[in-house]
């Protein structure tokens, strides 16, 4: 499928996109005939494991990690899958202390929002 096609299914935008190519976090694996970047199903789904990942504030190196983590867990052979699994279930607990933090954080914000309110007029 095109980019533009990808962006829509992603939500990303075709800059973000180009940009992920850019740093190697997903490689296009053809070209139309006409030059057009063609990706796949797996290429979708590796966007999409990075677009959850940006909000958490993973930086591209821990991406590219966990993405390659992610491509042994899936080969029919994995040498190393114990190790892989280790690591995963420790960017599994970071995710899960980046989500706590981020509630925590908009709880303040609901405080505040609550706290100008209450200084509107009623009606």
Excluded: W
């Excluded at 005939?33 to 591209?60: A, H, N, S, W």
């Excluded at 954080?105 to 609901?110: K, T, V």
Aim: hydrophobic share 35%; charged share 35%; with cysteine.
């Amino acid at each position: 499928m095109q980019i533009g096609e990808v962006a829509d299914r992603t939500g990303l935008s075709l800059r973000t996109i180009r940009y992920y190519e850019e740093v190697g976090l997903v490689v296009p694996n053809a070209r139309s005939q006409g030059g057009f970047r063609l990706y796949t199903e797996p290429d979708v789904d590796r966007l999409q494991v990075i677009k959850r990942m940006k909000p958490l504030g993973f930086q591209l190196e821990e991406m590219r990690e966990l993405l390659t983590i992610l491509d042994a867990l899936s080969a029919p052979e994995d040498e190393d899958r114990d190790k892989h699994l280790d690591r995963l279930a420790r960017f599994h607990t970071t995710a899960e202390e980046r989500c706590d933090e981020l509630r925590a954080q908009l709880r303040i914000a609901e405080d505040f929002a609550g706290t100008l309110r209450a200084h509107l007029p009623r009606g």
